[in-house]
């Protein structure tokens, strides 16, 4: 009815992390469990709660494929990492829990293991690496799409894996990537030649 006007949203791109710092962070997870939650999330671009309910019929060791119960009930599957499958195979067998992949630790009512406390794990250990980026528990998913992207992985690949609606969400990872960004400085300092 009244046209307000109304200032345009920031849009600030997220933080990623490289790839030897993704490696050092999840080293320096001191809890078994939630480093194979959090190492499960990177290699696969989970959002934080789509791993940390992850279910042991979830996962098809014989396709090499997690079936993920996306946000706003849009379920996908996404590949599963050789290295992953057999680290939560490892882990599994460390507490053989009938539903959850990662069940709380010293839980009687057999829960899966809180966000809380895995973002407190990973936060814990971005501290203890020294590394003063901006990181959270979710900058693992977009670094796993931007380490696909400039692994040559096709965006609308990425969008699948991802659980995007529409290929604009997933394209602002193409401002993140070294390699594209790489690729058109050789065109651009042509235009001064």
Known sequence: MLDIARPKGEKKLPVVLGRNEVRRI????RMPAYRACLTTLYS??????EGARLQVPDVDGDRKLLHIHGKGGNDRYVPLPDATLTLLREHWRTHRHPLWL???PRNAAGDPVSRSSVQSAFVRAVRH????????????RHSYATHLLEAGVPLQIIQEYLGHSSVRTTTIYTHLTRELRDGALEPINGLMQ
């Open 26 to 29: 999840l080293a320096a997870v």
């Open 102 to 104: 990662f069940p709380a």
């Open 129 to 140: 690496c020294g590394i003063h980026k901006r990181a959270h528990v979710h900058t693992l």
């Open 44 to 49: 696969c671009g989970l959002r934080l709660m």
